[in-house]
């Protein structure tokens, strides 16, 4: 990517960044924003069968996708004749998916035997080589779920799991932003606050802030709250959170803005579990649009999975080289991790300072792209 991919904003947000650089808004265009329409899949199995070795490279990368963690999934060859062998003899999971290039009665046929082993509430996609309207409505008399016509991406795959399990006339499912500061004391949780401020001002949609610092947090300083309860009690017992208790837990504090708390209490010591604040966020994200992740610079299980999991990641910088080191990394790992997302955001904070050295946007943009 080429410097020419960033754009540089002035900010009077009212924090203390002098310029707001997004990165990789023209990666968000590659993809013409089908990353948006997939979200994510619940705990269910899923079982390919197929004739082609690309189609299972293509479930694989699927399968390593962010809005699949949670779905188990295996992939076998041999198609439709071979999932009917199978499911002979064992139970069939929530999801089976066959790609084959049988012709259109032979492939029907193989499919009338599968139905004879499917236990109630399976569902099946087929991928075929067909784009033939008459198999297309036998299959769906059949019961088959979504046929698609071969090449598929796996985007495409992702957005068809995806709508067989989330509604798509359903408000959708809250927007994750993660922030998380490439070093302490960049200004990272100020970033957070006056964006969720702002998204809940400008868009007129109900917005959590969710202060996982439980304690060190300053969200509650911010936003002049003091409240009892908060994210700690949620996260200590994530298997009682519902939303009765999540709007017990919530601080209001506007018509459109709450606040999840941390605790800011020394007194006892916070091990979180990746799968508690997974679960947490998993309710927050069910009764509001927005969910503005304010996270403390520590590196562990449960910040990396926050982080690789959201749809939006922000990164809070100074424009320095420890800085620009440590956002190298978070991007690096990003890539890596995201290939189907665009880019995170980067906010270069505290540019202009006198008497410090700086790193000038355009070499830090460089750098770490």
């Known amino acids: 990517m080429s410097n020419e991919d960033f754009e540089t904003h002035s900010s009077d947000a009212g924090y203390d960044s002098r310029e707001l650089a997004t990165v990789g808004e023209d990666n968000n265009k590659q993809h013409g924003g089908s990353h948006e329409r997939a979200r994510p899949i619940p705990r269910i199995s899923i079982q390919a069968f197929c004739d082609n070795p690309q189609m299972a490279e293509v479930l694989q990368v699927a399968a390593e996708d962010r809005r699949l963690s949670k779905a188990h999934v295996s992939v076998h060859m041999g198609g439709a004749v071979a999932a009917v062998a199978h499911y002979q003899e064992s139970p069939t999971p929530n999801l089976i998916m066959i790609e084959s290039g049988l012709p259109r009665g032979e492939l029907i046929a193989e499919l009338d035997r599968l139905a004879e082993s499917c236990d109630a509430g399976t569902k099946v996609v087929v991928v075929g080589q067909l784009n033939d309207v008459i198999l297309y409505r036998e299959l769906l008399k059949r019961g088959v779920s979504e046929y698609m016509v071969w090449p598929v991406n796996p985007l495409q795959l992702m957005e068809t799991f995806s709508n067989l399990y989330n509604d ?37 949609g109900n917005v959590v802030v969710a202060d996982f610092d439980l304690p060190f947090g300053t969200a509650g300083l911010d936003f002049n709250q ?24 919530l601080t209001k504090c506007s018509e459109r803005l709450s606040l999840f708390a941390a605790p800011v209490s020394l007194d006892k010591e916070y091990e979180l579990s990746p799968d508690a604040c997974d679960m947490v966020l998993d309710v927050v994200r069910q009764n509001v649009p927005y969910v503005a992740v304010d996270l403390p610079h ?17 990164i809070t910088a100074a424009p320095d080289l420890a800085n620009l080191r440590n956002t190298k990394n978070l991007v690096d ?37």
């Open 333 to 369: 790992l990003l890539k890596q991790t995201r290939t189907h997302d665009g880019l995170p955001m980067l906010v270069i904070n505290t540019l202009g300072m006198p008497k410090r050295p700086e790193i000038g946007i355009k070499e830090f943009c460089q750098a770490v792209v």
């Open 226 to 249: 003091d409240p009892v309860q908060g994210l700690a009690e949620a996260i200590s017992s994530p298997e009682r959170l519902d939303e009765v208790l999540l709007d017990r837990l």
């Open 298 to 314: 520590i590196w562990s299980a449960w910040t990396k999975k926050i982080v690789t999991q959201a749809d939006e990641v922000v």
């Open 168 to 204: 798509p006339q359903s408000d959708p499912v809250g927007h994750v932003y993660a922030f998380v500061g490439a070093k302490g004391g960049t200004g990272s949780s100020t970033v957070c606050h006056n964006a969720a401020w702002a998204l809940s001002e400008i868009l007129k």
